[in-house]
Nanobody
């Protein structure tokens, strides 16, 4: 059974950091593109970052560049999202998703989804 499980979300003060993990089971993550998405209450789900199967292709929302870093460890079937200098506007449920082709910003393009992990940035 193909599954993705996110973890690492927490309550953090502005300026703090979190490292999210996305662990795949039931399929080999080596062959998949992984995207990170987030959804805040009352807002649409938006793409945050994406990494291709080899790790050579990496994309971010432009306004997140320099604060968020995506990486993958295929041996562990895991993708990470390092989030630094967090702001209250980053508060959302963060999801990872997988597809077999290439990075895309649209949630409908992805085939497998995790349950999400809550990130709350507040003083």
């Amino acid at each position: 059974q193909a599954q993705l499980v996110e973890s690492g979300g927490d309550l953090v003060q502005p300026g703090g950091s979190l490292r999210l993990s996305c662990v795949a089971s039931g399929f080999n993550l080596n062959y998949y593109v992984i995207g990170w998405f987030r959804q805040a209450p009352g807002k649409e789900r938006e793409g945050v970052s994406c990494i291709n199967s080899s790790g050579a292709g990496i994309y971010y929302l432009q306004f997140l560049k320099g604060r968020f870093t995506i990486s993958r460890d295929n041996a562990k079937n895991t993708v990470y999202l390092q989030m630094n200098n967090l702001e209250p506007e980053d508060t959302a449920v963060y999801y990872c998703a997988a597809r077999e082709t290439w990075c895309g910003a649209g949630p409908d393009e992805y085939d497998y989804w995790g349950q999400g992990t809550q990130v709350t940035v507040s003083s």
